[in-house]
């Protein structure tokens, strides 16, 4: 079988052969141009996750004390908020 | 705290997350503010932590926490009362939901400003973190 | 092992070899095994990376560095080569990828093992999964390197970016 395709294939002419050729490596360029934009969306979404994720925080964290246990210096330039459980 | 008078303070949040796995620490946790009604949250505070093997694996460790409340001149009865009646849940529910709006799913979890401390640190490591971000808020001109 | 035990093995791995061959079986493998790293990956993005990083600190067997640098890339590596492979991009890398992260995990659970250390949840798909002792991580994950055996013998094959972009079959005899 492999004897007869490279037959098949030496007899063609060089003409015929190009135009598979220039499909493939089109297709393959698609190809890496598909997938990549594929990818980047996938990372993309991630990365917005990540960043509205860490810009909703400080703002939540706004607001110090408020009827809650403290230690230290109210209106210091650092808060400790400690969330723990007893056990 | 010692390390850095005037320039830090601590705001405690104290949590029960899983109640229902864990039932002491909602007690606990209950308890303590109701230490607090009294003027003895502090103490209570760090006498759980101090006995917390001798309460913790209690399924109803409220008589063991009163018993403790005794030693700290705490009244037992109106602690025990205070807890049973159930009041201060509304606020452990509000301190648990501002936790889940801060994505606080494992204790002890600290923030310290913005950034972010999961799981237990050395003192040594705490003091690192806490002096970054002094330098940080307090850096010329900010 | 008797002969009928060891015919019953033998048969068995003959139709798991013979399950190898089948494209259908290695694109339902690719979504699956492709599909599984997506969801690990964007459930420790959803978590805060403090989290991520005492989700492998409980670990107890990872230096601090690697600890540090492994919860900030891995989720995204997972999310990476999840995605080729789901949809059969750069087919054999992203699963020759997948299997050493699955080989990694396996190494880490067995150490934990082996080391005694009690764990409740491995953390692996953060807050969206069962938790899972390391033990039940082990299994699964060895489980899926077998799985990619298929992936990675059928991927020019089988439905995907990597098979669309081949040179066509009517070429060559």
Partial sequence: MAKKSKARAQTLSPRQRSPQKALTSRRWRLKLVIGGAVLAVALGVGGLVRFLQQRDLAPRLQGTGDKHYTLGTAGAAVVIK???DYT | ????????????????????ANPASEVAAQAAWCAGEQGKFWDFHHMLYR????????????????????DLNIDATALKSCVESGRLQERMQADKAYGQQLQVSSTPTMFINDYRIVGTQSEGELVRLIRQELDRVQRPGQ | MSSVQASSVCGSLRWWLHLCTLPWVAVLLRVVLGGVFVFAGFSKLLLPHAEVVAHMQQYQVLPGWLVS????FLPWIEVGSG????????????????????LGFSALMGMVLAAGIPLADCGCFGNLGLPETPLQVLIRDLLMLVLLLPILYRQRDALGLDAWSSAPASYEA
Wanted: aromatic share 8%; with cysteine.
């Fill in chain 1, 82 to 84: 400690e969330f723990s």
């Fill in chain 2, 51 to 70: 006995r917390q093997e001798l309460w913790n694996r209690l399924a109803t460790p409220l008589e063991r926490l009163s018993d403790f409340a005794k």
């Fill in chain 3, 83 to 102: 995605t080729a492979l789901l949809v059969g991009f750069c087919t054999t890398p992203a699963a020759l990828l997948i299997g050493g992260q699955l």
């Fill in chain 2, 1 to 20: 705290m010692q390390h850095f008078e005037g320039q830090v303070q601590l705001v405690l949040y104290p949590l029960a997350l899983n109640p229902a």
């Fill in chain 3, 69 to 72: 640098i492994t919860a900030t």
